[in-house]
């Protein structure tokens, strides 16, 4: 059995505290580098105060993501002697770190698009704090709690979970039904997501041990690990490959998660550096006023625009429900977001106080033009529908990017996570799922499985389990084999798998409405 009783060496506890305090160093330096470089005068720190607070929950939380969750790629170069255990979840820590650094930044807006549009709309007011602090917490408390007792839940379970609580107590707070709180089509994508990975784990493991075991016939493949002896090099290198792999992958799907919400604490709080990518350059500019003039012009041939064109998308954004004033509310609001950014030259000379709005109206038309292409019922000529998808993709570089020191920070905290409390989970996967030890060919073939499955979703913006693919895989390897399954371990999983969603919209609904009432009687 591994030695799980190693303990990290000062040197290695120096390091650890070392990367973490300079992480947080280096955050806070380019938080303030940032807004110098706006120009803006401070006049009261409490702003700076509640972004702190916030990116610290944040970071937080993609901290006990690290050693909740990356557990799972460590446990099979642990069970099978690849790797000694403070070598693997320091290796995988700096894989997952990489895999943060060169992540695509899709799946960070996924997550984002989930939340109410009024909060997003409204995310440095007190309504907004609320929500992050609430679905921040919850999903920590949960994790912690499933950490505990060495469940292997799944994060993104837990994170997407609080995010449906929040909007679905927003939408009662205001007298709504709480089923229209979500954008329940995007949550279906990312659910449909979250459901089907685990089957593909638990299938495609089981059906390649299936396949290498007609194929490669080498025996040592399919044997138990004998004492505490490294397996044979060509099987050790194949297993390094494949937690490498799997780390990899859950550094540049799951980081994302911490991007997308860090990105929206720091556009509620300062504005004015982070509500426009200002790194574009002028010449994108006025191909971007072109754009948009163009569009307008499209869309302008049916009736005039009502009077309250952004009230107008807003409604349709949060109903769905298209009718005749929206094409001309969308071509006044694109025709004004047009005549702004040509006033003022370029996105890095938009004023502190016409930041906010400006990325509010550019927030409105790319989600109205999103959710119109969905829309069977809208038809557009050929021009205006290419014109459309043109203008929504030079909007979206203007709002939904990310700062590089962003993805330092949460791949520092990740990574760092990973190196932390993972003997818990470790145990579970290497000696509970199955009733036979983890042999070599079955740690590759859930790991292969894991990785692939992963980084398939991450190249088309989906969040999925890494717990869940990695530990169903397990299993099927184990069903494969003929192993036998500890049923009572199966039916934990399980529950932890039905109960995580349903505890987090719980947790984090009664959250934000506490917070709510306090921001309330603190006015």
């Not at 591994?2 to 000062?10: A, N, R, S, T, Y």
């Not at 002697?81 to 997952?96: D, E, M, R, T």
């Not at 350059?281 to 009077?307: I, W």
Request: net charge positive.
């Amino acid at each position: 059995m591994p030695v799980h009783d190693q303990k990290p060496g000062l040197l290695s506890t120096f390091v650890f505290i070392g990367l973490l305090v300079g992480g947080l160093l280096f955050t806070g330096y380019n938080v303030v580098a940032d807004m110098n470089e706006t120009g803006v005068k401070v006049t009261s720190w409490l702003p700076y105060l509640a972004l702190g607070l916030a990116l610290l929950i944040a970071l937080g939380f993609e901290f006990v993501n690290g050693f909740h969750d990356t557990a799972n790629a460590v446990a099979t170069v642990i069970y099978t002697h690849s790797l000694s255990p403070n070598v693997a979840v320091v290796w995988s820590g700096f894989f997952n770190f990489l895999g943060v650094l060169l992540s695509s930044g899709a799946v960070a807006y996924g997550i984002i698009s989930l939340l109410p549009v009024e909060l997003i709309l409204q995310v440095g007011s007190s309504s907004g704090f609320a929500m992050v602090f609430a679905l921040l917490i919850a999903a920590i408390l949960w994790n912690l709690g499933t950490w505990w007792f060495g469940l292997p839940a799944s994060s993104s379970h837990t994170l997407i979970g609080s995010i449906i609580g929040v909007g679905i107590a927003n939408a009662l707070m205001h007298g709504r039904d709480g089923a229209n709180g979500i954008d329940w089509a995007q949550a279906t994508k990312v659910g449909y997501s979250l459901l089907l990975s685990p089957l593909v784990g638990f299938g495609c493991a089981a059906l390649l041990l299936l396949v290498l075991r007609k194929w490669v016939r080498n025996k040592a493949l399919y044997e138990e690990p004998k004492g505490k002896t490294p397996p044979p090099l060509w099987i050790r290198g194949l297993l390094i490959l494949t937690c490498t792999g799997v780390s990899f992958a859950h550094g540049s799907n799951d980081g994302q998660k911490g991007m997308g919400l860090i990105m929206l604490i720091l556009v509620g709080t300062l504005p004015m550096a982070y509500a426009l990518n200002r790194s574009i350059p002028a010449g994108q500019v006025e191909q971007f006023v072109v754009l948009a003039r163009n569009t307008q012009q499209s869309l302008s041939v049916t009736p005039p625009a009502t009077p309250d064109a952004r009230k107008v998308l807003a409604d349709f954004v949060e109903s769905k429900q298209s009718h005749a004033e929206l094409g001309p509310a969308l071509a006044a609001v694109i025709g004004s977001i047009g005549q702004q950014v040509k006033a003022y030259g370029s996105l890095a000379s938009v004023p502190t106080e016409a930041s906010s709005a400006l990325r509010n109206d550019m927030y409105l038309t790319s989600e109205a033009i999103r959710l119109l292409q969905k829309d069977k019922t809208v038809h557009f000529d050929a021009v205006t529908s290419e014109r459309l998808a043109a203008i929504k993709k030079q909007i979206d570089n203007s709002i939904r990017f990310i700062p590089s020191w962003v993805k330092v920070a949460v791949a520092i905290a990740l990574g760092l996570g990973t190196m932390v409390g993972w003997k818990r989970i470790v145990v579970t996967v290497g000696e509970k799922i199955g009733k036979s030890h983890l042999t070599y060919a079955q740690g590759a073939s859930a790991e292969l499985v894991a990785m692939m499955t992963i980084g398939a979703a991450d190249m088309y913006g989906l969040p999925v389990s890494t717990t869940h693919v990695l530990s169903s895989g397990i299993a099927g390897t184990m069903a494969a084999n003929k192993s036998g399954l500890q049923m009572c371990t199966i039916r934990n999983l399980m529950l932890a798998w039905v109960l995580t969603m349903p505890a987090a919209i719980v947790l984090s609904g009664s959250l934000y409405w506490l917070f709510t009432q306090m921001a309330t009687l603190m006015k």
